[in-house]
């Protein structure tokens, strides 16, 4: 039963890294995350994208606390 999660599991993230690798094909801007959903949603999220990993992620990162 594992193996079967695993193996489904798997196959979602590799359908995700390759939805991830077509978006940056399709949008040639720089900026990654920011610049994929300033396309697709506008300003305003991903203004709160950008904020919230500079607040969020970050500072736990800064503060040592990830892994």
């Known amino acids: 039963m594992s ?3 695993w ?3 798997g196959m979602f993230t590799a359908i995700g890294a390759f939805c991830y690798a ?3 094909t399709l ?3 720089s900026g990654g ?3 994929y959903i300033m ?3 506008g300003p305003l999220l991903a203004f709160l994208r950008l904020w919230i990993e500079a607040m969020v992620i ?3 990162e800064r503060d040592g606390k990830s892994g």
Do not use: H, Q, R, W
Request: glycine share 4%; aromatic share 10%; charged share 30%.
């Open 3 to 5: 193996l079967i999660v």
């Open 7 to 9: 193996t489904v599991s």
């Open 22 to 24: 077509e978006l940056g």
């Open 27 to 29: 949008i040639k801007k």
């Open 33 to 35: 995350d920011y610049a």
């Open 39 to 41: 396309e697709a949603f």
């Open 58 to 60: 970050m500072m736990d």
